[in-house]
């Protein structure tokens, strides 16, 4: 970075600053993950420089040869790790490849039925505030009070009903594998289109570490940076029949030319993907999720539906009598970060909700495995204990950063 640094002291430091943040800190939060050093100086190439609006053969601008053979690449591998027959790999973001998705299948005010956000769904998912929720008529589901997981009689109570054209599968704060093949069935019985959105397990399921909905949905899409680790950025795969509304909807519907620099970054991130050393990366990920809630639930947390099946875990802070918002900000006092959830039918708002959301990707990127789950959980456990004493918080700060040089962060 020495170019940054001679061009230009004040843009600089922060960059220091965060390197300093992210190498000295414990990163819980579940959608985040450090991506490989490849990956970090794919996404600062020249492909940055190149505009290439439309697809491999057919672009709008000169020039594209070798760009068209870099989608081709990041196509190709994204079919092959998740057994798509279509892939679109030019969506920016999560939210923009659900839009496409809804735009490419879907008239607006259409019926669809998505999960609630409070009990894990995202906001793309209908949330009234959202484009989604703005656009389409959403009926949503939620997670059975007693056990935490999702009523799958409920959705087809539902489905039955009000018979939406789409169904979405997903979610962005939820521990439970999702029944794919109940939600298929469920849509062939009413000849709904069956939507899987898959952000945050995508490399647990490149991984081969949790069933793939993607030979049996008609539609799936995943962001690239949670636990998949590739850049920031989106994929849409989709069953060949869908195949052209789906790349019309992307580009020219809602996006000009793609981020190559990005593509490129995917290109790489899926072949790491698809090696024997991301499965077993990604089934530590899961192994210390689940030693992480057991060693939380031994010191009385409530983690909604009682652990976890992938790499996140939901945890309702009332037994503890705090709030999300409290515990958040003393955890990163304490250099923990983790993100605010709400609930199931909680009973707080949305800036103050009931829980914190924890996940193991990033940290087990770092290397960390079982006894520093252990470690963790203490930590986390004292800094809830102690979220009002800012200088117990200052020295459990110190105790982890010296603990974090153990652990190299790729990049740093
Ligand atoms: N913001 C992401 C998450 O934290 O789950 C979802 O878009």
Redesign the pocket.
């Known amino acids: 970075m020495s170019f940054i640094a001679k061009q230009d002291t004040k843009a600089y430091k922060f960059l220091e600053l965060e390197r300093v943040r992210q190498r000295d800190g414990i990163e819980l939060?579940?959608?985040?993950n450090y991506v490989s050093q490849a990956v970090l100086e794919a996404i600062g190439t020249v492909f940055t420089n190149k505009y290439s609006e439309g697809y491999p053969g057919k672009r709008y601008y000169a020039g594209n040869e070798i760009v068209d053979e870099v989608e081709t690449l990041a196509i190709e591998r994204a079919k092959e790790l998740f057994e798509a027959e279509h892939v679109n790999v030019q969506p920016l973001?999560?939210?923009p490849a659900n839009m496409a998705v809804y735009f490419a299948l879907l008239k607006p005010g259409d019926k669809v039925l998505g999960m609630k956000l409070d009990h894990g769904g995202?906001?793309?998912h209908g949330h009234p505030v959202n484009f989604s929720g703005m656009m389409f008529d959403f009926s949503q589901y939620m997670v059975d009070k007693d056990s935490g997981r999702v009523n799958m009689d409920e959705v087809r109570e539902i489905a039955l009903k009000e018979k939406p054209k789409m169904i979405v599968a997903g979610f962005?704060?939820y521990s439970r594998e999702m029944e794919w093949q109940r939600f298929r069935e469920i849509a062939d019985e009413i000849g709904a289109i069956a939507f899987a959105d898959i952000?945050?397990v995508a490399g647990l399921i490149a991984g081969k570490q949790i069933a793939n909905p993607t030979p049996f949905f008609d539609v799936v899409s995943t962001?690239t940076h949670?636990t998949l680790r590739g850049p920031r950025g989106a994929i849409i795969m989709c069953k060949k029949e869908y195949a052209k509304a789906i790349d019309k909807a992307v580009f020219p519907g809602l996006q000009g030319g793609p981020h190559d620099n990005t593509t490129y970054g995917k290109a790489v991130a899926f072949g790491e993907a698809l090696t024997a050393d991301f499965q077993e990366h990604t089934a530590q990920v899961i192994k210390n999720a689940k030693v992480m809630a057991e060693e939380l639930m031994k010191k009385e947390f409530k983690i909604v539906s009682d652990g976890t099946d992938n790499h996140l875990m939901v945890v309702d802070l009332r037994s503890k009598n705090k709030t999300g918002k409290e515990v958040t900000d003393a955890l990163d006092k304490a250099g923990i970060s983790v993100?605010m959830s709400t609930i199931p039918f909680d009973p707080n708002p949305p800036m103050n909700p009931s829980g914190i959301?924890l996940g193991t990707p990033a940290i087990t990127t770092r290397g960390m495995m079982e006894e520093e789950m252990k470690r963790i959980a203490q930590w986390v456990s004292d800094g809830v204990d102690h979220s009002d004493d800012e200088a117990y918080l200052e020295n459990l700060r110190k105790e982890i950063t010296e603990f974090c040089k153990e652990f190299p962060v790729p990049g740093i």
């Open positions: 939060i579940a959608s985040e973001s999560g939210s995202h906001l793309s962005s704060a952000a945050h962001t949670k993100s959301r």
